[in-house]
């Protein structure tokens, strides 16, 4: 059979691979997004003898409402942490390219009190967040040298950050404090208004502050808790995901696509239609950016809102769950706001799975998604399949099925397979 060459990747990691990669300002919000390479997992009795530490990193957001002098306060913060970036970043590469030398986070950080005698208004922002910004500025480095390692065709120099381009900031340690009464108390710049509203669990690391698009602020702690393992299950789920329903599980359910797609995809293309009329540098374009974002701003609450209940009932319910690995479809950036909106659904929806499902001790895995379509789940025969058929119509075993149906029950075989598990009821 085909499948075995299917295989790409299962979350199949050594264990110093498994560990969560040490916390450090600046990622901070790939690590929110909840971007690829969090939540490696594995099959359970590979899980629990590496999960001694028993410990991850979880993200708790909040929204703050600070009051107009406060929000200056942080404007102003942001503002200095950009040049400071900038000035950082500048001196790193005159360096190299005056004396070919190499400049160090440690040098870096170690000129700062010059840099304060020199600009005054580095002194209003709490040292921590300074030190804070010379560890992005390391980390940019490190990524663009990790980029030119790998031989990337365009590696990308870390680049200065423009005016309003750099929002947010990070307490690495301390500066920071919740009151009882569910406010916070920020070092240097006051007591603000937090909506608290969900407990955190665990030890707070890292405090970051987060200016949105749209000029919202927000709060987001890195807080190193214990997993919440669920009880194990022999369940096993396929995934298939389309764009007629939002996805298909080997249960033979269905997961609607939820109604605010279309609503929202109208509101973007409308703002959209109305942004490309506006002249270019004019103040009114630089304004009705702002709406675009907001509609951007809500698609994506919305969206959040949405995959995280569906994930979290998925990883509450399967024990194994296995879906497609989109990376490898890579689809390009299209323009149909219809597909782009439910890329980034999907995308969120398996980084969520893959999180949900690390804490939870549940097996997820990834499989190349070549060929579900066409391949008879039952029997293994291929055929042509035009995305217009909806019935797979085997010749060989004369069985009919859904289209995407199919394309889960080869999903969860693939997935199976790569775990060395059977598909029936496996010993776990
Ligand atoms: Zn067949």
Request: charged fraction near 25%.
């Amino acid at each position: 059979m085909v499948l075995t060459s299917q295989l790409t990747s299962y979350n199949h990691l050594p264990p110093t691979a498994q560990k969560a990669p040490p916390f450090q300002g600046g990622d901070e919000w790939a690590y929110l997004m909840g971007r690829d390479g969090l939540g490696a997992l594995l099959p359970f009795d590979i899980c629990s003898t590496l999960c001694d530490n028993a410990h991850m990193r979880k993200m708790f957001q909040y929204r703050l409402f600070p009051h107009k002098k406060q929000v200056q306060k942080l404007n102003e913060t942001l503002e200095e942490c950009r040049w400071l970036y900038n000035h950082l970043l500048g001196t790193r590469k005159t360096a190299y390219e005056e004396r070919g030398e190499s400049l160090s986070l440690y040098q870096q950080q170690e000129t700062f009190s010059i840099l304060k005698t020199e600009r005054s208004s580095l002194k209003a922002v709490h040292s921590q967040i300074l030190q804070n910004v010379a560890v992005r500025v390391e980390l940019a480095f490190k990524a663009f040298f990790r980029r030119v390692r790998a031989h990337a065709e365009d590696p990308g120099y870390p680049r200065f950050k423009g005016y309003g381009r750099y929002d947010s900031f990070t307490f690495p340690q301390s500066g920071f404090s919740i009151t009882h009464d569910n406010r916070i108390v920020l070092s240097k710049i006051g007591t603000l208004k937090m909506v608290y509203h969900r407990p955190m669990k665990g030890k707070v690391k890292t405090c970051t502050l987060h200016r949105s698009s749209t000029g919202k602020w927000y709060v987001s702690f890195s807080v190193e808790c214990e997993l919440e393992r669920l009880p194990e299950t022999p369940t096993q789920v396929g995934i298939d995901v389309g764009l007629k329903t939002f996805a298909t599980l080997s249960t033979g359910e269905e997961i609607e696509n939820p109604r605010f797609f279309r609503k929202e995809e109208k509101a973007l293309a409308h703002g959209q239609r109305k942004h490309s009329k506006l002249a270019k540098g004019t103040p009114e374009r630089r304004k009705h950016r702002k709406v675009i974002a907001r509609v951007h701003e809500r698609i994506a609450f919305r969206r959040d809102n949405f995959t995280h209940q569906e994930s979290r009932q998925i990883v509450d319910r399967f024990g194994v769950i296995c879906v497609e690995d989109l990376q490898v479809n890579r689809m390009v950036h299209n323009h149909c706001l219809a597909k782009s909106i439910a890329d980034a659904s999907w995308t969120a929806f398996f980084a969520q799975l893959s999180s949900k499902a690390e804490e939870a001790g549940r097996a997820f895995v990834k499989v190349n998604p070549a060929y579900t379509s066409q391949t008879c789940s039952i029997c293994g025969h291929r055929q042509k399949m035009p995305l217009d058929v909806r019935v797979l119509d085997c010749p060989c075993c004369h069985v009919q099925l859904d289209r995407d149906l199919n394309a889960a029950y080869n999903i969860r075989g693939l997935g199976l397979q790569a775990l060395g598990l059977s598909v029936e009821a496996p010993r776990l």
